[in-house]
Structure formats: C-alpha cells, structure tokens
C-alpha cells in the first residue's frame, strides 16, 4: 500500500507491505489501520500534505 505526499514542491511516497500475516488477522484491516497512523505521522514530521 502507498501514500504520496507533496513537500516543500517535492512527491515523497510512503509504501507499506506485510510479509506476513498472522493467523486470525485481517491483513486489509491491519493494513489500512497502519497506513492511516504512518500517514498522520508522516504529515506531522516533516509538515506534508497528502496528495489525493
């Protein structure tokens, strides 16, 4: 899964993969749980906007 972020005039992508996935677990739910953290927390360290 990726996110693309525009910074000071440059596109930064912040990509997520899991290489497993333990048993019991919905991997798309994880997954999209995991982008939105890494995306507030992205957006908030380097003062980015996420581009839609």
């Keep these: 899964m990726s996110a693309k ?11 997520i993969f899991l290489a ?3 048993k019991g677990r919905d991997a798309m739910k994880d997954l999209i749980a995991l ?3 890494a ?4 957006s908030e360290v380097y003062d980015c906007t996420r581009d839609e």
């Design 39 to 42: 995306q507030e927390r992205y």
């Design 35 to 37: 982008m939105r953290i």
């Design 20 to 22: 497993q996935v333990a």
């Design 5 to 15: 972020f525009k910074c000071g005039g440059k596109e930064r992508l912040v990509d």
